[in-house]
């Protein structure tokens, strides 16, 4: 199988087949070395991100049960104002029952003093209930400070492993770097989409491979004579049939 020769369009120095084959090996050599820091990094970025994603998970969930609290200490105020107003009410009521002119004034104002008095007694039952949860969200916001600050230790120290291979290796990234766009600029388009779906597809990153013992350096299969030659022409990309590979000759052995 093979990709016909299609110049850059955009690009005011027309490359040779050769050439863009050269750089083609090239750019996958540049890649893979990148990809050989990645490895040296490992997970360490997902980690980074999935702790730094929990911690902002824990953070909220501190902040909304501190809310839930200060909501709570709020209920208490107003419910003790309540009973503090309908002491003050039946304080009156009682005054102005010593003062009555009849039975019916005297029960009138008896049902008000025990409206106020069932009153304080749902306020008391309230407030009975938001010390009982109070006491939860406390234990709650011990168990989230706890979890957030394990969790603000773990971030801090993958984060800083990670900070010091990032900076061990940001001089090389960025000559590699260079080197890869300086590829690219020799390669078509068309080629390069093809590069990187390959790239995309196969486990171990190698979109290019050369021919190693009369096989592909890819999967291995083997290639026979008259396209081993044909590579070796470099007048035309060749794609393994076995696995979808770009094959190149061993620039070592040339």
Do not use: W
Not at 73 to 90: H, Y
Not at 213 to 220: K, L, M, N, T, V
């Amino acid at each position: 199988m093979a990709i016909s020769n299609r110049r850059k369009t955009d690009s005011a120095v027309d490359y040779t087949m050769q050439e863009k084959i050269k750089a083609l090996y090239d750019l996958q050599k540049i890649d893979t070395k990148i990809d050989e820091i990645n490895k040296i990094k490992g997970e360490l970025p997902v980690e980074v991100q999935d702790l730094e994603d929990e911690v902002a998970g824990l953070q909220t969930r501190l902040d909304n049960i501190n809310a839930e609290i200060e909501e709570l200490g709020s209920l208490t105020k107003q419910r003790k104002a309540e009973i503090e107003q309908n002491k003050a009410m039946i304080a009156k009521y009682e005054e102005q029952q010593r003062n009555v002119r009849n039975n019916r004034e005297f029960d009138a104002i008896s049902k008000e003093i025990e409206y106020q008095d069932l009153q304080n007694q749902l306020c008391e039952k309230h407030l009975r209930e938001y010390a009982a949860e109070l006491k939860v969200k406390k234990v709650l916001v011990e168990q989230a400070e706890e979890a957030l600050n394990d969790r603000k230790i773990d971030y801090q120290n993958k984060k800083n492993e990670l900070d010091t291979i990032d900076a061990e290796t940001a001089q090389e990234v960025e000559s590699l770097k260079e080197q890869e766009q300086a590829a690219r600029e020799k390669i078509d388009d068309r080629l390069l989409v093809a590069y990187n779906r390959i790239r995309s597809n196969v486990r171990n990153g190698l979109a290019v491979v050369t021919i190693k013992r009369d096989a592909c350096g890819g999967c291995f299969n083997r290639i026979p004579p008259q396209r081993q030659v044909e590579i070796r022409q470099g007048k035309k990309i060749i794609i393994c049939e076995y696995c979808g590979r770009i094959l190149v000759a061993d620039d070592s052995e040339e």
